[in-house]
């Protein structure tokens, strides 16, 4: 703010009020010019009012004021992360669930999955949808599948992305099995006997 006539040094009070909000304070009375604002949520018109008063003046009110009309638009959509639950790679026939992280845009995010195994052709796994996550049960091996998701904001219709993320996944040979166990050990001499005695162990 720049200010002339009055007292110096001037002290001021920065106001935010938001389009049909009431105005609260960004900050209090200080003698700095001066304000740095970082908002925190989108909206068209808001205005910004400083107030200023002349040295050693102690009433809340102003002597002077100017305001000025300010938009604050979404930052852009931005998918940070393209995570799973197990680690590549797997086996075929493992069931893996991928999950984006996201932020900007305007919430709730819309994802979209596609799957290459060559890197040239594409195909959707999950059409557009709310949840972040999808679950990929692979039938073949391939050590270079590539998985994308595309991220919309909320009420865009367009079939194209605001932001996407790819990952690579390796799927290897041999079906999941479940873990082995070891269900006896038998011996064909019952305990206890004596020293030079053959016992046969059968796991």
């Known amino acids: 703010a720049a200010a002339t006539g009055g007292t110096s040094p001037y002290q001021s009070k920065f106001l935010l009020t938001p ?18 604002w970082t908002p925190t949520t989108p909206g068209a018109n808001s205005t910004i009012t400083v107030w ?56 709730p ?19 557009w949808s709310t949840s972040a996550s999808y679950t990929w049960t692979p039938t073949e091996v391939n050590p270079s ?25 390796a799927i290897t040979a041999g079906q999941q099995t479940t873990p082995m166990t070891v269900t006896g050990l038998a011996s064909n001499l019952s305990s206890p006997q004596t020293t030079g005695t053959a016992i046969t162990l059968t796991a």
Do not use: C, M
């Open 109 to 127: 995010h819309q994802f979209k999955y596609w799957i290459t195994a060559n890197g040239t052709t594409w195909s959707v796994l999950r059409e």
């Open 19 to 36: 389009s049909g909000g009431s105005a609260t304070t960004l900050r209090d009375w200080n003698t700095s010019a001066s304000y740095t």
């Open 145 to 169: 599948y590539q998985i994308v998701v595309w991220a919309r904001s909320a009420g865009a219709t367009a079939d194209a992305y605001e932001s996407y993320f790819a990952r690579t996944f």
């Open 52 to 107: 200023a008063r002349s040295a050693g003046a102690t009433a809340d009110a102003a002597e002077s004021l100017r305001t000025i009309s300010f938009t604050i638009t979404p930052a852009p959509l931005q998918v940070t992360s393209l995570s799973s639950n197990l680690a590549s790679p797997q086996p075929v026939n493992t069931a893996i669930t991928f999950t984006a992280s996201s932020t900007g845009g305007t919430p």
